[in-house]
T-cell receptor, first 110, second 116 residues
């Protein structure tokens, strides 16, 4: 079946640092989405990508949809403490159902 | 402008009991998706419904699980004769148009089901 591989699994950030994470798939997706999930809450949509090669920004977040439609990256610039959480990539299946990666957990450096 | 509403937020059941999870989509949304999330995992698709119709239930376990989205009222995910392995967070998402409309799904805050 379709699978998304997300990396890194976890990372530590210091306030002000830039963060980068990515997602790859063996299958082509027509839509690629990035969500953030805080503990005890549902995923919140950050960025939606619809066209191969598309580069989209949302404030300090930037995401790109790979030209092959099999990968995407998410960058966070000048991180702040509230960026902590779990970031999920998701590809849209043929019926619109989402296939999720396992997430990248962002934590604050001790 | 309410988002996707799920209730209850937390549900505790004993093995063998039934669990009913409810989801009210965002206003104007007629497409509902249910997902299950185990700890430290991503969300896994279960079922996709439109009003009064199940469109795709390829992610639903064949036994004990059922879902509906009646003409009036919320969507219901029903788990009969629950077992410990059913313990998870169950999320509902809604969207306003069919998949080809490229409308992203918006999620509720989930129901955390615990089986004693």
């Amino acid at each position: 079946g379709q699978q998304l591989n997300q990396s890194p699994q976890s990372m530590f950030i210091q306030e002000g640092e830039d963060v980068s994470m990515n997602c790859t798939s063996s299958s082509i997706f027509n839509t690629w989405l990035w969500y953030k999930q805080d503990p005890g809450e549902g995923p919140v949509l950050l960025i939606a990508l619809y066209k191969a090669g598309e580069l989209t920004s949302n404030g300090r977040l930037t995401a790109q949809f790979g030209i092959t439609r099999k990968d995407s990256f998410l960058n966070i610039s000048a991180s702040i403490p509230s960026d902590v959480g779990i970031y999920f990539c998701a590809g849209s299946g043929s019926q619109g159902n989402l296939i999720f990666g396992k997430g990248t957990k962002l934590s604050v450096k001790p | 402008n309410a988002g996707v509403m799920q209730n209850p937020r937390h549900l505790v059941r004993r093995r063998g009991q039934e669990a009913r999870l409810r989801c009210s989509p965002m206003k104007g949304h007629s497409h509902v998706y249910w997902y299950r999330q185990l700890p430290e995992e991503g969300l896994k698709f279960m079922v996709y419904l439109q009003k009064e119709n199940i469109i795709d239930e390829s992610g639903m376990p064949k036994e004990r699980f059922s879902a509906e989205f009646p003409k009036e009222g919320p969507s219901i995910l029903r788990i009969q004769q629950v077992v410990r392995g059913d313990s998870a967070a169950y999320f509902c998402a809604s969207s306003p148009s069919p998949p080809r409309g490229n409308q992203p799904q918006h999620f509720g805050d989930g129901t955390r089901l615990s089986i004693l």
